[in-house]
DNA sequence: AGCCGGAGTGGAACCGTTGCCACTTGTCGG
DNA sequence: CCGACAAGTGGCAACGGTTCCACTCCGGCT
């Protein structure tokens, strides 16, 4: 009769064999304070020997802290969410919380019902990336004030900015990515994105446009284009009459992968005709020919920022919120003009 | 005084307000059996007024299951992985289980670490991807049955087969793979390894090898492959003599990159002089020139697969433990010596 | 010597839910 | 007409921790 019952053992089991007070083995769980050597050393011994694990969900209950994080973003398969859920876990852990990670597929209503999950949980704090501004933000921005829980918003800031926020500059990226362009002699360049609702997108575009005008010139905008007929017919569009565009500017990843698609199979040379240079680092953008010139994000840098500012809020350190930028960097490959520089020879995928 | 005090509503709150037991709102949340109509609808009406959310913490503390699936993965920036975690998601939600998701970097001590997180959080179930076989594992094998909670083993299966997997036919694949290197008259084919501890390298490499053998010819494998150096001086070690390589088989991701760079560096032109296929696809295998043919691994029904397997098993239908392979199949390109199907002019990144 | 405060310890009341048990009511077959 | 049974409902004791409180030492001050 006493197949496979899981009995773990408990505090109480663990204080009955140490011969001490629940109390006591508690402190020893919690760091031991207010304990004296001998007794914190037997008390562990008897722990490891029992295999005690406290139970997360008693602990949860009493104390009203979970010792989770709620993280949401739009997908895990994108690399750059994926790299941000992976700093925001190695950093999260590091101080003793698990993170729940939910996805919602740029959707506002995924969104809310990953939020009524984490409501259930008790989350402690939450990281988000807003969904696109498109959508009812209303009910949104509600619910997270109804969580009463520390929240930082990641790579998009929330409509009304009431809270913290982590992003890169876009804007400033934008600028500088279009200067290196007309660095190069280009002059009719072309802003390829893809959701003119996102956020960054729109920085993007501002930052392209301000440079251009500063420089006394035009810019082309073209939005919509996340698959390759449209991108086809975007870029297409400009190729034609006298006036023809002389460079590119992929506004996200899937932009400048089809941009370059679109050159490659019109035979169009880059950067010769053409100069490509891309928003957002990927993973062969060293290894196509031409090396793909891009900004690069630092996610590292975004995620840790954003984890830290999350666990100050938490400790109850910071209260107001905070809208921090992140710089990003100009990697500077073969598609924008410049010489290849030797390392791209040798990148790792 | 009455500052921020986030004081959610209580089942007993519901309760009260709506003038019933709590054993009764209790199983209006669990399903509603047993509660007759009008008074269902009375207290769902309550429960949305007031805003209630159950508490998971007591629901796992009374109810000994938090609906919680532990995951743990090497890496959640491997495509692979993320597209698994990803999927798992999704059907896990559907059945209201919450995905916790951890990742051990393929090092045996850091997922020993995630097993007691879980242990701690009492999860339900478990995914996992057991590290590298060359390490300690007898000691995650115990750690695993300590749970006492149903395991699937994902991607490679453990080393006892004393738990439940869900695998690629590695194997196989790759014996159809070289098969069709050698339907193009290649004779001389390496195939580009990494980790040889790997199950599903080791795998592959015993599917060539075979293939190879039963046509009479001999295997030409290099492993360790996981750099740009190594990959280059694997593949130039066989390019020398009269005796050449005229085919490469990148046994994973990395190495089929690795070689395709190298091949490009020193202007070798593939399919003409070396055919190459690579195992698993990868985001820009149809855009390359030549595109790559890989064998492309079903994730999506591997991951569904795992899935489901491991709710059977939480709920105690299926109770010996099922070693499942999953078919892969080849996905057509150029770097094969094909001639290019008119797909991979727009395939999508 | 008497007092005070802090370190070290244990007792016991919760935290919010579930599930066992008890109870009422209505229906139906014998 | 009565017992059995099912549906519908509520009371209450857990689940395994944390935390408030009370209590005992003991060393250092006044």
């Given at each position: ?24 083995v508690?402190r ?10 001998e007794?914190?050393a ?44 992976e ?7 590091r ?13 506002a209503?995924?969104?809310l ?15 988000v ?10 009910a ?14 990641f ?65 082309l ?23 023809k ?6 506004l ?27 928003f957002?680092d ?20 975004l995620?840790r ?26 990697v500077?490959?073969?598609?924008c ?13």
């Amino acid at each position: 009769m006493k197949i496979s019952r899981k009995n773990r053992p408990t505090l109480h089991d663990v204080a009955k064999a140490a011969g001490v007070g629940t109390t006591t083995v508690s402190r020893v769980i919690n760091g031991g304070h207010y304990v004296g050597p001998e007794m914190l050393a037997r008390i562990q011994s008897v722990m490891a020997e029992l295999g005690y694990q406290p139970n997360e969900a008693a602990r949860s209950l009493k104390s009203e802290r979970s010792r989770t994080i709620g993280l949401i973003i739009p997908s895990i398969t994108d690399p750059f969410f994926a790299r941000f859920a992976e700093v925001v876990e190695v950093h999260a852990r590091r101080e003793d919380y698990v993170v729940i990670l939910l996805t919602s597929q740029d959707r506002a209503q995924l969104e809310l019902e990953d939020l009524q999950i984490f409501e259930r949980h008790r989350v402690d704090g939450l990281l988000v990336v807003p969904p696109r501004s498109g959508s009812s933000s209303k009910a949104l921005l509600q619910s997270l004030r109804r969580l009463s829980v520390p929240v930082v918003a990641f790579d998009r800031p929330t409509t009304n900015r009431a809270f913290s926020s982590v992003v890169s500059d876009n804007y400033a990226a934008a600028q500088q990515a279009v200067r290196h362009l007309m660095g190069h002699g280009r002059r009719r360049i072309l802003c390829l994105g893809g959701d003119p609702n996102l956020y960054t997108i729109c920085e993007r575009v501002k930052g392209s446009t301000d440079a251009l005008a500063s420089a006394g010139f035009e810019v082309l905008v073209e939005m919509s284009a996340s698959d390759y007929a449209s991108a086809e017919a975007a870029i297409m569009k400009h190729m034609a009459g006298k006036h023809k565009l002389d460079a590119i500017f992929g506004l996200y990843n899937q932009s400048t992968i089809l941009a370059y698609e679109v050159m490659q199979n019109y035979k169009i040379r880059v950067p010769q005709a053409v100069s490509l240079i891309g928003f957002d680092d990927f993973a062969l953008a060293a290894t196509l020919r031409p090396s793909i010139t891009v900004v690069k994000q630092s996610i590292e840098e975004l995620a840790r920022t954003a984890t830290q500012l999350l666990l100050n809020h938490m400790k109850g350190e910071t209260h107001a919120p905070q809208q921090i930028e992140i710089a990003s960097s100009l990697v500077i490959r073969q598609s924008c003009g410049c010489k290849a520089p030797r390392e791209s020879l040798r990148a790792r995928s």
